[in-house]
C-alpha cells in the first residue's frame, strides 16, 4: 500500500541523492574537490541512511496485510535486473572502481532476506542491530557479498551498516504505522509524489542524463568518458 507522506519523504532522499550524485561526478572529473568527513560526505550517509530505511519501512507496509512474497517479488526481479545492468556498465566504463554491490544490489537482497520477518518486527529489529555491529573482512572477495571493507567503486553499499537500517527501518515501520495509515494529511503535489514512486527508473537513468549534461557543455571531454 502507497504512504503519500513516505512517498514525498523517498522524493525528497531521491533528489537528494540526484544532487550528490551530481556532486561526486564532478569531483571524479577534476571540477570539484571532496573529502571524506566533508559536508558532502556526511549528507551522502543522511541522504543513504533515509533512503533505505523507508525501503525497510515500505517492505512492512508491503506485507502488513498479506503475508506474499509475491507481493514484492516484481519489484525483486527489477532491482535484480537493474543491479547487474549496472555492474556490466560501470565495469565496462570505469572498470577500476566498478559497482560490484550498490544500493540496488543491497536492496534486492534485503527484499529477499528480510521476507522471513516482515511481520515480526523484535526479530527484524534484533536482526538489524546485529547487522550494525558485525565485522566486515579484509578479503575483497567478499565484496560481491557486501561482506567486505569499504573498496574503491563509485557505489559500494555493505552489510554493515546498510542492511541493518532497513531492518531497523521495517522494524519501526509497525510502531509508526501499526495501522497503515499516514500520520498527516498534506495534500502533497501529485508531480512531487511521481518522484517517489518512480525511484528505481529515475535511478537507473539519471547518471547518463548527469554526464551527458556535463558533455554537452563542455565541462567534460567525450574522450574522458570512453
Known amino acids: 500500500m502507497r504512504v503519500d507522506e513516505l512517498d514525498s519523504l523517498r522524493a525528497t532522499a531521491l533528489v537528494l541523492m540526484l544532487v550528490l550524485n551530481f556532486v561526486t561526478d564532478l569531483n571524479h572529473f577534476g ?10 560526505w556526511w549528507l ?24 506474499d512474497f509475491t507481493k514484492t517479488s516484481g519489484r525483486t526481479k527489477r532491482l535484480i535486473f537493474w ?66 571493507e569499504t573498496v574503491i567503486a563509485v557505489d559500494y553499499f555493505p552489510l554493515n551498516p546498510w542492511l541493518g537500517i532497513f531492518f531497523i527501518g521495517l522494524a519501526l515501520a509497525s510502531r ?11 495534500q502533497w503535489p501529485e508531480k512531487w509524489l511521481w518522484f517517489g514512486r518512480n525511484t528505481l527508473t529515475i535511478y537507473v537513468i539519471h547518471q547518463p542524463i548527469l554526464i551527458g549534461l556535463l558533455v554537452l557543455t563542455g565541462q567534460v571531454p567525450l574522450e574522458a568518458i570512453l
Open 31 to 40: 571540477l570539484m574537490n571532496t573529502e571524506t568527513g566533508d559536508m558532502w
Open 44 to 67: 551522502a550517509r543522511i541522504t543513504a541512511s533515509l533512503f533505505v530505511g523507508i525501503s525497510g519501512v515500505s517492505y512492512f507496509l508491503a506485507h502488513r496485510l498479506e503475508y
Open 83 to 148: 543491479a547487474f545492468v549496472i555492474t556490466i556498465i560501470t565495469y565496462i566504463f570505469e572498470p577500476s572502481v566498478y559497482v560490484r554491490f550498490g544500493v540496488l544490489h543491497l536492496l534486492a537482497l534485503a527484499s529477499i532476506v528480510a521476507f522471513p520477518v516482515a511481520r515480526k518486527p523484535e526479530f527484524a529489529l534484533g536482526i538489524g542491530l546485529i547487522l550494525l555491529i558485525i565485522p566486515l573482512s579484509s578479503n575483497s572477495n567478499l565484496v560481491w557479498f557486501g561482506l567486505s
Open 176 to 186: 509508526i504505522y501499526p495501522e497503515g495509515k499516514p500520520l498527516t494529511e498534506i
